[in-house]
């Protein structure tokens, strides 16, 4: 096979021979050169024209030092011995990677699949030291490129070091290996033989938006100013004497403060935000803003408290609002949560109609999926301004879904804006998975996009050492549903929640409603006492023509907006459902 090496100004392939300029580079990355582009481009062009940028837009936008950049930092590493690299890139991608040719890779008459997609191989030659390689567009072609590595001679022993990005592990290239942990299930399924047993380098599908932006510029309906918004409490303290106050504003206030008291008193304390910068590239009229946070704490139980939040220096300050602290030791009192919400205007109607319909309710909890895309900041915008002020009247305890994180990229959007207890398992997220007690309830909040396995045992702790009379357990994959049930929940926490005796397990997901029958090692009794009920509800629209049979379950809907409002006391529970008209379409009451 021959070699191909192509060294020019503008695209630059490493030998060991060319350490010094490898070291410049690493001074470089892709998301700096395209942080600095988008800068440089909502300078220089009009927003009417970002829909119309394409690849000969940018290439020619691009400096040669920036083209040189995204053709050579996506992915890096050295190797030990001359190699061929193989990478196999969608056949449904329209625009090669402007780098690929040019770089020196020639595109074989091979094909890799998985078991949905299609995959060209273009391949190159590499002596002994760095490869560098690009960019996988600025489309955003989700089933991005991968590669894999074989040493040229067959009986040298090729070691792999220094690569970037290193989070992602190296596999067997075989039939049967998974390419994207974001979607570790689908396998390969064909591959050239002379492949086999090369080295994968795994990666996940959000690497594709890197460099995105062609159709990647949005503007948000719901924009920040110097005025307080998305004003939202949480907890991750205890409820009856803290309380987390959030919110936002644009990048011009650099302070916040919560000032509150007791009601009908004139004594005012104050508690200074912590502030953190959000950045959405894309978002070009509203890229920045700063969110705030500040943890009260030392509160008295069972007390009504107002508060205003805001900026002493900018002296822009919230309206007044309200909230009150659990009752120490209360064994009455209620909750409302929902299924997926999507951010749907629809969701949020539903959510103003239940405040007003249910004014004692002590908190709210979304069963995942708040959003379709948790790493766009508009959708963010639209789930807060749509529901207007509710979550700063009355806490919010969400669990993410899997549209919360994405393609692989974590949640970070989520974490920066929820304050959250971080009393979760060790190897998972702070803030994703975690628990609280309110009244006379244990409710484990649980991250079921994060590993099974990982959580388990803390699961079995939190419930084995709780003597509370009520046992919840919210998390976004439902164990029960009639379209693809969730078995490796059902193995991994059914068990436990049996063991246990939680006494109902809430989720979204599915797009439909579902309220089982009490159930206990998948077979359903005849008593509340001996089973658990498994809640499947939905915030949005339902998308189903037909939902099947479920032989457990006791109560279905394949289409409608809901929300579930729950009411404890020491000895009963009582579960009501209610639809967008309000009315009461399902109820259950158990007694302890």
């Given at each position: 096979m021959k070699k191909y090496i192509l060294v020019?100004?503008?695209?630059?392939?490493?030998?060991?021979?060319?350490?010094?300029?490898?070291?410049?580079?690493?001074?470089?990355?892709?998301?700096?050169?395209?942080?600095?582009?988008?800068?440089?481009?909502?300078?220089?062009?009009?927003?009417?024209?970002?829909?119309?940028?394409?690849?000969n837009f940018i290439l020619n936008f691009l400096s040669d030092n920036e083209k040189s950049v995204l053709a050579t930092r996506y992915q890096y590493f050295k190797v030990n011995v001359p190699v061929t690299v193989?990478?196999?890139?969608?056949?449904?991608?329209?625009?090669?990677?402007f780098w690929l040719k040019e770089s020196g890779f020639i595109k074989t008459n091979d094909i890799v699949k998985n078991e949905v997609y299609e995959y060209e191989v273009w391949q190159k030659d590499f002596n002994a030291g760095w490869v560098n390689l690009g960019i996988p567009g600025f489309d955003k072609d989700r089933v991005v490129y991968f590669i894999s590595v074989g040493p040229k001679n067959s009986t040298d022993e090729l070691k792999i070091t220094e690569r970037y990005p290193e989070k992602y592990s190296l596999e067997v290239f075989e039939k049967g290996a998974f390419t994207y942990h974001d979607w570790s299930d689908l396998k390969i399924t064909e591959l050239p033989k002379e492949l086999v047993g090369q080295v994968l380098f795994t990666t996940v599908r959000g690497r594709a938006r890197e460099a995105h932006v062609e159709g990647a510029f949005r503007k948000t309906i719901?924009?920040?100013?110097?005025?307080?918004?998305?004003?939202?409490?949480?907890?991750?303290?205890?409820?009856?004497?803290?309380?987390?106050?959030?919110?936002?504003?644009?990048?011009?206030?650099?302070?916040?403060?919560?000032?509150?008291?007791?009601?009908n008193s004139n004594d005012t304390l104050s508690s200074k935000a912590k502030v953190s910068v959000m950045e959405d590239r894309m978002l070009y009229n509203d890229r920045y803003i700063n969110r705030f946070t500040s943890n009260l704490n030392h509160l008295e139980a069972d007390m009504s408290y107002e508060y205003r939040v805001g900026s002493a220096a900018s002296k822009s300050w919230s309206t007044v609002r309200n909230f009150k602290t659990e009752a120490k030791d209360s064994k009455e009192f209620s909750f409302i949560w929902f299924g997926d919400t999507h951010r749907d205007p629809k969701w949020a109607e539903l959510l103003n109609d239940a405040h007003l319909r249910h004014p004692e309710?002590?908190?709210?909890?979304?069963?995942?999926?708040?959003?379709?895309?948790?790493?766009?900041?508009?959708?963010?915008?639209?789930?807060?301004g749509y529901s207007k002020d509710?979550?700063?009247?009355?806490?919010?305890?969400?669990?993410?879904?899997?549209?919360?994180?994405?393609?692989?990229?974590?949640?970070?959007?989520y974490y920066q804006l929820f304050s959250l207890p971080e009393n979760g398992p060790e190897k998972v997220d702070l803030e994703s998975t975690y628990a609280f007690r309110y009244g006379n309830a244990l409710l484990l909040m649980i991250d079921a996009t994060q590993p099974n396995e990982a959580q388990t045992r803390w699961i079995e702790d939190q419930l084995k050492n709780s003597n509370a009379t009520w046992k919840f357990a919210m998390f976004h994959f439902p164990p029960y549903n009639f379209e693809?049930?969730?078995?490796?929940?059902?193995?991994?926490?059914?068990?436990?929640f049996d063991t246990y005796h939680v006494d109902m397990?809430?989720?979204?997901?599915?797009?439909?409603?579902?309220?089982?029958?009490?159930?206990?090692?998948g077979t359903v009794v005849d008593s509340f006492a001996d089973g658990t009920v498994y809640a499947v509800s939905i915030g949005t629209h339902g998308n189903h023509d037909d939902i099947g049979e479920e032989p457990y379950a006791e109560k279905r809907f394949k289409d409608g907006q809901f929300y579930q409002y729950m009411t404890l006391t020491d000895k009963?529970?009582?579960?009501?459902?209610?639809?967008?008209l309000g009315e009461m379409v399902d109820e259950l009451l158990i007694k302890k």
């Open positions: 020019s100004a503008i695209f630059l392939i490493y030998s060991c021979s060319q350490t010094e300029k490898q070291e410049q580079k690493n001074n470089a990355s892709v998301k700096g050169v395209m942080d600095s582009v988008i800068t440089r481009l909502y300078e220089e062009v009009e927003p009417k024209a970002y829909d119309s940028i394409d690849d193989s990478l196999m890139r969608h056949v449904d991608q329209v625009t090669v990677p719901f924009p920040s100013s110097n005025q307080p918004d998305q004003i939202m409490l949480t907890w991750s303290g205890d409820p009856s004497n803290s309380m987390d106050v959030q919110w936002r504003c644009n990048s011009t206030v650099k302070d916040g403060t919560v000032q509150y008291w007791k009601k309710t002590s908190f709210y909890s979304i069963a995942g999926d708040l959003v379709s895309t948790g790493l766009y900041r508009t959708e963010w915008d639209q789930f807060f509710v979550f700063s009247y009355k806490p919010l305890m969400p669990v993410p879904g899997n549209h919360d994180r994405q393609d692989g990229l974590g949640a970070w959007m693809e049930p969730y078995l490796d929940i059902q193995q991994e926490w059914g068990g436990l397990v809430m989720s979204g997901h599915i797009h439909y409603y579902m309220r089982s029958k009490p159930i206990n090692n009963t529970l009582k579960y009501t459902t209610y639809n967008k």
